[in-house]
């Protein structure tokens, strides 16, 4: 027997629907007003019956009228009205879809929250609508036919966060360090075109652009590239800078010193580098992904990745070209030099640059230069992460994040050595920990028995994007999964087994342990009162990854969460739920992670140390930020923090600010005040508050955002205190 659907498709006949619809309503209601599932059973084969008697395809409609009466039949009056409601309320939301709603209003810019939901992506652009558009379409799918209800309540509620829901209908993860080294070394294919191992520096540089955009394109969060894998080609264009230039010498019977002939090449060879460090710049700038924005990319410049002196110096050479030119910024629409959101850059402080007498402390100084006027780059500590980032064979690894703070696990091969590139996340799910204090009424038995039900359900949401990836064909995206970005797998094999045994993770968020704890003790996570408390809950969510781990196999890892357009609405959903509570839920935000809280009056130094240990406790992405003032003239300050970083913490990054007005050319700071209700952005000297006509760079939650924030993070970036 065949059924007509409302769309006007024939499918078969299939009793379960009919159970299993029964037996929801069934469950909605009182224990003694439950129907047996042999009673159940029944009504479904009397449907079933009166169908066949039809002798034609019934509709859906008139199978639903027929449950309705059979369960009235049986004097399950309250189950029939559960039964009615959810048709009741299926039907409104066929007839009045507000997705349509949703796409319309930002198609015409009318949709506020779309408008400040990424501050580096222009909602007024086509290709960024088109990729909004699309973004309601896979939340509108994730939300009725995706996900369990339960989860999409509690997302919708901000008891949790679902992270890119936008992309959750296609089979698409989060971030990933690109595996470059192969690429480059081997060869790969980009939009069915082979693309052999480059002759020149400049030519690796202009695939290394090919390849970022088209990562970008494939998956919706960041990505990271080494500069180290861009260092052999140095040599591979000074030798044939040397044959050249040894042809053009004899074909024009010109003899010169060797000491000239070398001192030559070397300045032909920094040009190539510094065309080649260009068109990374440029390019990452000024490429349009399908996702609407610049690739979300880190560069990562770390001399201790070479395999040999050579390599280093030339490294060396790469990493100074691309701080120069960071630091030099790039121009906008008025030809005026501005800080840009892209490239991230992460520079590594390690022994052979951090000292005075280190061989490469120059590069330190300029880094030092380069973050006081453009807020990059953010620096690792190889020291700490070496102490932090152990392998199950007890030796410690350095390496970047993937984007702006998402970091892989250790992992060691199937060959006993360690792999970090061409490695991924699957996904993030967020636990508001202000919502568990919240909800616990400052009870601290049922504060941990709420914590743990909220981790369940995590879990299952985590659990869920894992299954979305299971069975994904390499098909789906053959610049990751077939030519080197994160695999080189066949045509037509599943992804599946690099979604296993820690090659990549999946990551449990978190958010808003400031207000957790205040609610709790009364006091902010620095008390050393509440400290312990702090950490006992840091402590409990990696036991829940390590036992999940331990269940499926799968790296879970806890990830201090980046909150941007999120903290927003975390905090409007607190005060929904729960009131205005003094202290806790009373601004547009709650606080990122672990961080202490953006207005509580503390030094650099003492920040950086108290943070640490939090980091140590936050194994699957962690940040830790201090801001400061124009520091352009104080370097041996920044020297000084960054020295302190080195000794004390994994990774951290100082905010300054970086404006410019394009109404007067004001470039100092652009300030946030309050007119009718709203924050907006001021220049000081001339008044403009047109955002089309200034530039405003500010570090949103551990990149640099352009595009300007919802009204709640604009709070925050307002009430920012200095730690210098």
């Known amino acids: ?158 008891i949790i966060h679902f992270h890119d829901a936008d992309y959750f209908a296609q089979h698409m993860h989060n971030c990933d360090l690109v595996n470059l080294e192969d690429m480059l070394q081997n060869g790969t294919v980009i939009s069915g075109t082979m693309i052999e191992r480059p002759h020149s520096f400049s030519t690796a540089c202009n695939i290394a652009t090919q390849i970022i955009a088209q990562v970008a394109s494939n998956q919706y969060g960041g990505q990271s590239i080494s500069l180290t894998h861009l260092a052999p080609f140095v040599q591979v264009s000074r030798e044939k800078i040397i044959k050249s230039m040894r042809e053009e010498l004899e074909d024009a019977s010109v003899a010169i010193p060797e000491e000239k002939f070398n001192a030559m090449v070397e300045n032909r060879l920094r040009e190539e580098i510094r065309r080649g460090v260009q068109t990374i710049q440029y390019q990452v700038v000024t490429l349009l992904t399908t996702n609407g924005q610049a690739p979300f990319v880190t560069v990562f410049m770390y001399l201790g990745e070479a395999e040999n002196e050579q390599e280093k110096k030339d490294l060396a050479i790469i990493i100074e070209e691309m701080l120069l030119q960071r630091y030099q910024g790039v121009k906008n629409e008025a030809g005026v030099y501005v800080t840009p959101a892209f490239p991230k850059l992460i520079y590594v402080l390690e022994e052979q640059n951090i000292h005075e007498d280190s061989p490469y402390y120059y590069l330190t100084r300029l880094a030092a230069k380069c973050t006081a006027r453009r807020m990059v780059p953010d620096y690792i500590s190889e020291k700490k992460m070496l102490e932090l980032k152990k392998d199950k064979n007890g030796e410690g690894h350095c390496y970047t994040c993937m984007g702006c703070r998402s970091f892989l696990t250790p992992y060691v091969d199937e060959n006993g050595k360690p792999k970090y590139y061409g490695r991924f996340n699957q996904g993030v799910v967020t636990i508001n920990l202000v919502d568990v204090a919240l909800s616990s009424g400052g009870d601290i038995e049922k504060f941990w028995k709420i914590f743990d039900e909220r981790l369940e359900l995590c879990h299952r949401a985590l659990m869920c ?140 130094f003492s920040k950086l140390a108290f943070e640490a240990q939090f980091q140590a406790l936050s194994p699957g992405g962690a940040i830790s930020y201090v801001e400061v003032p124009n520091m352009q003239q104080n370097l041996e300050a920044v020297l000084q923090v960054m020295k302190f970083i080195y000794d004390n913490i994994m990774y951290a990054e100082l905010n300054t600010k970086s404006d410019y007005c394009q109404v007067c050319g004001w470039d100092g700071e652009i300030m946030i005040e309050e007119e009718d209700g709203k924050l907006i952005w001021k220049c000081p000297k001339c008044g403009n508050t047109d955002q089309s006509k200034m530039n405003v760079a500010r570090r949103t939650c551990g990149y640099i955002g352009t595009q300007f924030w919802n009204q709640g993070r604009t709070q925050e970036i307002r009430e920012r205190v200095l730690h210098l």
Request: glycine share 6%; with cysteine; hydrophobic share 35%.
């Open 1 to 158: 027997m065949k059924v007509i659907k409302r769309n006007g498709t024939e499918v078969v006949f299939d009793i379960t629907k009919i159970i299993t619809a029964i037996t929801k309503a069934n469950q909605a209601v009182e224990e003694e007003q439950r129907m047996t599932p042999m009673q159940i059973r029944r009504i479904a084969e009397a449907v079933e019956l009166n169908c066949i008697r039809m002798n034609r395809a019934p509709g859906v409609e008139e199978i639903q009228d027929l449950v309705e009466t059979q369960i009235m039949a049986h004097g399950a009056y309250e189950v029939a009205k559960k039964y009615i409601t959810y048709r009741y309320t299926r039907n409104l939301v066929r007839q009045s879809n507000t997705t349509d709603e949703r796409i319309l209003s930002l198609i015409e810019c009318c949709n506020e929250e779309a408008k400040q939901e990424n501050a580096n992506k222009n909602p007024t652009v086509n290709s960024v609508q088109r990729d909004y558009m699309a973004g309601e379409v896979s939340r509108d799918l994730t939300e009725r036919l995706l996900l369990p209800e339960d989860i999409v309540q509690a997302h919708r509620e901000g």
């Open 465 to 604: 994007r894992h299954n979305r990836l299971k069975g994904t064909l390499s098909d789906a995206a053959p610049i990751l999964w077939q030519y080197g970005a994160l695999a080189r797998l066949k045509k037509g094999e599943p992804i599946d087994k690099l979604l296993y045994g820690g090659y990549s993770t999946i990551s449990l968020g978190y958010a808003g342990l400031y207000e957790c704890v205040k609610y709790m003790t009364g006091k902010s996570h620095t008390d050393p009162s509440a400290t312990p408390f702090a950490l006992d809950v840091m402590q409990h969510m990696n036991d829940a990854c390590k036992k999940w781990k331990a269940e499926h196999n799968i790296d879970f890892s806890l990830y201090g969460t980046p909150l941007e357009s999120t903290t927003y609405k975390f905090a409007k959903c607190l005060q929904k739920r729960f009131g205005i509570v003094p202290g806790i839920n009373d601004k547009g935000y709650i606080t990122n992670s672990y961080h202490i809280h953006v207005t509580e009056q503390i030094d650099a």
